[in-house]
Nanobody
């Protein structure tokens, strides 16, 4: 059974930073693209960032230059470093694993078939 567990969320002031982590088990990790998504109250889940199995990355436009996705295959962990946080970044953040092996960095949620439980990020002004 594949399991993803996020951590690192919290409450910060605007301009602050957080680093989210997502560990996946069992650790058949390096073959899969991973993504981060977020969902604010009353809104649909939206793409934030993704990283392919080979390290290619892509970001949603509003987080470019502020967020960095990375992966540590040895630790079966994907990270989302968030800097210069804004109140509009407030949401529950989810990590997800690609449904297929050796894929590119997908932006579409339906292409991911395993999801974590989410971690809350709250940014106050």
């Amino acid at each position: 059974q594949v399991r993803l567990v996020e951590s690192g969320g919290g409450h910060v002031q605007a301009g602050g930073s957080l680093r989210l982590s997502c560990i996946i088990s069992p650790p058949i990790f390096d073959r899969y693209a991973m993504g981060w998504f977020r969902q604010a109250p009353g809104k649909e889940r939206e793409f934030v960032a993704a990283i392919s199995w080979s390290g290619g990355v892509t970001y949603e436009d509003s987080v470019k230059g502020r967020f960095t996705i990375s992966r540590d295959n040895a630790e079966s962990t994907v990270y989302l470093q968030m800097t210069n946080l804004k109140p509009e970044d407030t949401a529950v953040y989810y990590c997800a694993r690609d449904s297929g092996q050796f894929g590119v960095e997908h932006k579409v949620p339906s292409l991911y078939n395993y999801w974590g439980q989410g971690t809350q990020v709250t940014v106050s002004s």
